[in-house]
């Protein structure tokens, strides 16, 4: 069973800096079935990348995915506030689904 | 654009089982599949299992084989989520989610409390 870690756990950052948050999964998966999410409290979770390093609809250029293999990263290039959240990483291995623990993005 | 709309909060005692509903507002579950997962106070995202709709079957995580079905009802255009056995453990928010592009989910329900409480 795949197990992801999310790193760091907390990350503390101001509006205009930029955050990487990392997504390390337990043995390398296809880079095709790793998404990411965005979750604030009283919302359901927002899609922002799938596979990897596409952007989901709407999702603003700041986002960006990268990685394979066993690493994964997610970017924001200058946080606005409203992005203060916590950002989970999922992986698909048909036929299961896994999230990581989730690393919160505070100001 | 398809909104999922969940059934409203819930209050049950250990031992006993929980439905939650998910209807597809504004558009159709066919060829969807479904999935269900719960956010635990205080912890994090948790897949609990999910629909096959080609297969008309469902697939499930470990932890909730034999306590949890998935079911859709495609004239009705809601999915269902049945849980079993309730413990304090399972008091969380329940969230139904469609399966997007590269097995993501790209469209989610509001999210139901449920809470076990004697």
């Known amino acids: 069973e795949i197990v992801l870690t999310q790193s760091p756990g907390t990350l503390s950052l101001s509006p205009g800096e930029r955050a990487t948050l990392s997504c390390r999964a337990s043995?390398?998966?296809?880079?095709?079935?790793l998404a990411w999410y965005q979750h604030k409290p009283g919302q359901a979770p927002r899609l922002l990348i799938y596979?990897?390093?596409s952007r989901a609809s709407d999702i603003p250029d700041r986002f960006s995915g990268s990685g394979s293999g066993t690493d994964f990263t997610l970017t924001i290039s200058g946080l606005e506030p409203e992005d203060f959240a916590v950002y989970y990483c999922?992986?698909?291995?048909?036929?299961?689904?896994?999230f990581g623990p989730g690393t919160k993005v505070e100001i | 654009q398809v909104r999922l709309v969940q059934s409203g909060a819930e209050v049950k005692k250990p031992g006993s089982s929980v439905k939650v509903s998910c209807t597809a507002s504004?558009?159709?579950?066919?060829?969807?599949?479904i999935s269900w997962v719960r956010q635990a106070p205080g912890q994090g995202l948790e897949w609990m299992g999910g629909?096959?709709?080609?297969?008309?079957?469902?697939t499930y995580a470990q932890k909730f084989q034999g306590r949890l079905t998935v079911t859709t009802d495609e004239s009705t255009r809601t999915a269902y989520m049945v849980l079993t056995g309730l413990k304090s453990e399972d008091t969380a928010i329940y969230y139904c989610?469609?399966?997007?592009?590269?097995?993501?989910?790209?469209?989610w329900g509001q999210g139901t409390l449920v809470t076990v409480s004697s």
């Open positions: 989610a469609r399966r997007g592009p590269a097995a993501s989910f790209d469209n």
């Open positions: 629909t096959i709709p080609f297969f008309g079957s469902a």
């Open positions: 596979g990897a390093s």
């Open positions: 999922q992986h698909y291995g048909s036929p299961v689904y896994t």
């Open positions: 043995q390398s998966v296809s880079s095709t079935y």
């Open positions: 504004g558009g159709s579950l066919s060829s969807f599949a």
